[in-house]
């Protein structure tokens, strides 16, 4: 044997590394909390849009109901995608980079949401 340890060869996280995958998963808790807000705004327009448009009220509960579904499948999915992508930010050091790509989509959908009610 060449007298080191398996521990001595490996790289120990520091507490640098550490605390960027804090703040990394830090972040992706608001941008959960951020995409459940954009996809409630957007399912409050879809209902408020389709009772204006005088529908049948079985039809309304339907739309309401399965959009529910349907945004909440979208929802988690977008959750686990986004965790990934985060994570691959702090190891590729652009942990900033990546969380403003994140953000910007619901912030996008937010904006568009609160424009299509002005309207």
């Known amino acids: 044997m060449n007298g080191r340890s398996v521990e001595t060869d490996s790289e120990t996280p520091t507490l640098w590394v ?39 009220p079985w039809q309304l509960r339907a739309i309401d109901r399965w959009s529910l579904w349907i945004f909440g499948a979208i929802w988690i999915v977008g959750i686990f995608l986004s965790e990934g992508y985060l994570r691959k930010g702090v190891d590729k050091n652009r942990l900033l980079i990546h969380t403003g790509k994140l953000f910007l989509i619901p912030s996008i959908i937010i904006g568009l949401s609160f424009l299509i009610q002005a309207l």
């Open 18 to 56: 550490v605390g960027r995958y804090i703040l990394a998963y830090l972040l992706w808790f608001l941008f959960c909390a951020l995409a459940f807000y954009a996809i409630w705004r957007v399912r409050a327009n879809l209902v408020e849009d389709i009772f204006f448009m005088r529908v049948n």
